[in-house]
């Protein structure tokens, strides 16, 4: 019998309303079911907002440091915990076991980073323009926070925007993605093993139309932050638009690597490997254009091809894989969309392109590495997001026209440029339009103690991890403290 799993609601597993339920199956083969999980509705919503609300009072006053030593205890359970997760994680959506550790380590770093920040959450002190008058800044909660996430790293998402919530004192609701619950299930158990009050984090699961957007309406729900796609994110502006909520975006990208002709094409390649073809290419970085300088792009095309034709495909849990499925029937078939559009538009097909239909691979949602030349900057597959491992070569004349090609999609999330010349790597850095730009590096590889978000359509303004994101989960209150003893008036009492 498959395992029947709950929400977590007031400290409490507790069953959906409705009690109609969803099935979680391992992208790797279909036919291996890992739960199943209520499919809750706007009821379930209600309850978790509920109780979040019951819960805030006496959570915002308990202070920072406190609250801090919580998320070191959740931490260290993570990181006990890790090997299981992680295998878990990857049954369940798919990457190999070393992403999925790194997921989890993800959460393991950002528990003890923003652990510390209980310690810090610094405010500002300042001269106040009139005589014995002090003056400073504080940040405090918000009140309860909608959490919205997605599949793809069904651990380090959740807890980027979990834990700083937490620590800034507000209280939570996560909906995590239909696809992912059971990694969030985990997640759960150790946030009440490490003494998290009933009430303060809650889950619901279900699906983004039901319980995601039942989060996002609820008139007690003070602050969304989402992290999907930009056709998501834009509804859940617009519905948060009009109930004047705070609404962080975290959405999606088509982010390119430049190599020009000095690089070092080895370095560049692995690059583009790891970059293209992690994680299936289900990256919100991951590198889905690769800008190839005309005087090195027959060479490093060839040298690309060899390699991504050798990458071992199949179920992430086995050691010597290195690319796992497309995380759903859904997934394929919209790369298999693409990949058709791409052929009628005139690009070359110059490897994969195809389900992988061998053996035991045709249980699961695997695709080959795909790779396209002949794309100019127009084609869809050079503007439009795909989320699957479709690499499109774009060839440039110099350095110019790869800024400006990088440059010109809807999107600004990540950035690459492969060079030798730091002239060149400087100018990349102030002219790219993107939330992150690596140099010598791939566009993948977050760390979490530097701002992570994009530009245009990426994202709308903010950024989480680093010490940005309690600009997201925090409101500043500017205080004046006066001790004169007389009534003083600021601009006026001027002489
Ligand atoms: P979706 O936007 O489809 O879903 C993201 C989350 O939103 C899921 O929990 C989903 O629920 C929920 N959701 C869907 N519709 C609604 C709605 N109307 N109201 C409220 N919630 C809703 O994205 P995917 O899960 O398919 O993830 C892939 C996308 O995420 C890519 O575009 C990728 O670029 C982006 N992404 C961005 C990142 C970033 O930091 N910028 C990081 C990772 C991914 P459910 O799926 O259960 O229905």
């Known amino acids: 019998m498959p395992e029947l799993y709950k929400n977590y609601i007031g400290g409490k597993w507790v ?41 805030f009072p006496r959570w915002r006053l308990v202070p920072a440091p406190k609250r801090g030593e919580i998320l070191f205890r959740a931490g260290e359970l993570l990181r006990r915990r890790k090997e299981e997760i992680a295998r878990a994680m990857t049954r369940e959506m798919g990457k190999i076991l070393k992403e999925t550790r790194g997921d989890v380590q993800e959460g393991v770093d950002t528990a003890f980073y923003t652990g ?3 310690r810090r959450l610094f405010g ?6 009139l005589p014995d008058k002090f003056a ?21 998402i959740p807890t980027w925007k979990l834990f700083p919530a937490l620590l800034c004192g507000n209280t939570v609701v996560l909906k995590p993605a239909s696809d992912t619950p059971h990694t969030a299930v985990k997640l759960f158990e150790i946030l009440g093993e490490a003494g998290l009050p009933p009430g303060v984090a809650n889950l619901v699961h279900g699906t983004g139309g039901e319980a995601g957007n039942a989060l996002v309406r609820h008139r007690d729900v003070r602050l969304i932050s989402f992290t999907g796609s930009t056709e998501v994110g834009r509804e859940i502006a617009a519905t948060c638009g009009q109930g004047l909520k705070r609404v962080s975006l975290e959405m999606g990208g088509k982010n390119g690597q430049i190599v020009l002709a000095d690089a070092d094409l080895n370095l560049a390649l692995e690059g583009a490997l790891w970059g293209a073809f992690g994680t299936t290419g289900q990256r919100c970085t991951a590198t889905s254009r690769l800008l190839l300088h005309r005087d090195i792009k027959k060479e490093f095309t060839e040298m690309l091809i060899a390699r991504a034709e050798k990458l071992k495909i199949g179920d992430g849990q086995d050691p010597g894989v290195e690319m796992g499925p ?3 029937e859904a997934a394929r078939r919209k790369v298999e969309r ?20 061998e053996g035991e691979l045709a249980e699961g949602w695997f695709y080959r590495p795909t790779i396209f030349d002949r794309v100019t900057p127009d084609m869809r597959i050079a503007q439009e997001e795909i989320f699957g491992p479709v690499l499109a070569i774009l060839e440039v004349k110099n350095f110019d026209e790869a800024i400006e090609i990088l440059n010109g999609t809807p999107y600004g999330l990540s950035s690459s440029i492969y060079t030798q010349d730091v002239t060149r790597a400087f100018r990349a850095v102030r002219d790219i339009e993107a939330g992150i730009t690596y140099i010598n590096g791939p566009t993948i590889g977050a760390e979490v103690h530097l701002p992570f978000g994009g530009v245009k359509e990426s994202g709308n303004g903010h950024r989480e991890a680093g010490t940005t994101v309690y600009d997201i989960f925090s409101e500043w209150k500017a ?17």
């Not at 279909?30 to 209600?46: M, N, T, W």
């Not at 405090?140 to 380090?156: D, E, Q, R």
């Not at 205080?479 to 002489?495: C, H, N, P, R, T």
């Open 326 to 328: 497309l995380i759903n």
């Open 136 to 156: 400073m800044s504080v940040r405090a909660p918000i009140g309860v926070c909608g959490l919205i996430t997605p599949w793809n790293f069904p651990m380090a």
């Open 338 to 357: 693409y990949v058709k559009i791409a052929k009628e538009e005139g690009a070359r097909l110059l490897t994969g392109g195809e389900i992988c239909q």
């Open 15 to 55: 069953e959906g309303r409705s009690g109609k339920t969803f099935e979680n199956h391992n992208p790797a083969d279909r036919h291996d079911l890992i739960g199943i999980f209520p499919a809750s509705g706007s009821e379930d919503v209600d309850c978790a907002v509920s109780a979040a609300r019951a819960a």
């Open 116 to 118: 510390g920040e209980g």
């Open 479 to 495: 205080v004046f403290v006066d001790y004169s003893g007389k009534l003083q008036k600021a601009q006026i009492d001027i002489e």
């Open 124 to 129: 500002e002190t300042t001269p106040s323009e």
